[in-house]
């Protein structure tokens, strides 16, 4: 078992690496790591001969279509999946890469994609490694800027609470998306946030490169907690 565990986390890490820096596309790599580690049981074991010629894998370059210089993978709730990264974005549907095209009149607001966030909702939320934010669902995009009170300069995560509510860091202060707005969740310009999620209780927790710490919510403000080591008996 622990064989299994090392063996995963350094698959992992591999693919990780490798698709930072040579923009080979993570598809194939997370598809492998998906791939091996429901063989690791065998890991350890007197039968574990195994090696990547076990397995079926497919790279794909930008030969096949594939952007390069990707940054962010995610999939949304229609089985597609969203590659970003310094090219732009583009989808792929299990066979073939296809170029962001909107519907509609517009474009993304930067080909400098930061990261990638598909909500419950269905959309794909985009944020750029410079200003604003967009939405995109059902081929139609949705922009926030300084003037929908967007106030991250670069956006470096996007996720979302268990009822709907989407968070943003990055550049700037920590924010939440309700109702159509975007709206300053806590003053973070000198905390130096590189990390954040919400757990079951609705308790935000954000990572810097100094301590970790939670907010928590009295009705509608924001407050931090205070959680200190417990002193030992």
Known sequence: ????????????????CLAR???????????????ASSCFAGVGSKDA?????????????????????????????????????S????????????????RERGQLLSTQIYTLFADHGGGLWIGYDGKGIS???????????????????VTTQIFESSRGTVFAIGRGPFSEFQNGHWREVFPTSNLA?????????STLWLGGIEKVF??????????????RPRAES
């Open 1 to 16: 078992m622990k064989e299994s565990k090392v063996v995963e986390s350094l698959i992992a890490s591999v693919a990780v």
């Open 21 to 35: 820096r040579t923009g080979l596309v993570g598809v194939a790599l997370l598809s492998l790591v998906f791939i």
């Open 49 to 85: 001969a195994w090696g990547l010629d076990h397995f079926q894998h497919t790279p794909y370059t930008a030969t096949e279509g594939a952007p390069e210089g990707v940054t962010s993978l995610v999939q949304t709730t229609d089985g597609y999946l969203w590659v970003g990264g």
């Open 87 to 102: 090219e732009g974005l583009a989808s792929f549907d299990g066979l073939k890469f296809v170029p962001f095209e909107p």
């Open 135 to 153: 939405h995109l669902k059902d081929g139609r995009l949705k922009h926030y800027g300084s003037a929908e009170n967007y106030q991250l300069t």
């Open 193 to 201: 946030i590189t990390a954040a999620t919400i757990d079951r209780s």
């Open 214 to 227: 939670g907010l928590v919510k009295d009705r509608t403000k924001w407050s931090m907690r205070d959680f």
